[in-house]
């Protein structure tokens, strides 16, 4: 959740900091591109997006294994999941 709101903020302030909309904004965007602000706003959004896609690619592969694993027969139904088997 950290790492979500960290790359929305990010996002909002560089689209308005950075690049704001209309055909000004696009002449804007050539000079303040290389500002340490805007700069900042690129890094932040790049790095919480490779960790938000790990978290998603993480608990989707972690759920196939556990479905996967289910269904071959390697672990009793519920064991996957946390719950104990009795």
């Known amino acids: ?50 960790s938000y896609s790990s978290l998603i690619t993480t608990s989707f592969s972690r759920l196939f294994i556990d479905v996967a694993s289910v269904a071959v027969g390697l672990e009793p139904p519920g064991a996957a999941i946390g719950t104990p088997v009795k």
């Open 1 to 50: 959740m950290i790492a979500y709101s960290a790359h929305y903020a990010s996002s909002k302030v560089y689209d308005y900091v950075c690049v704001p909309d209309g055909y000004m904004g696009f002449l804007y965007g050539f000079v303040s591109m290389g500002s340490p602000i805007c700069q900042a706003g690129l890094s932040i959004m790049t790095n919480t997006q490779v």
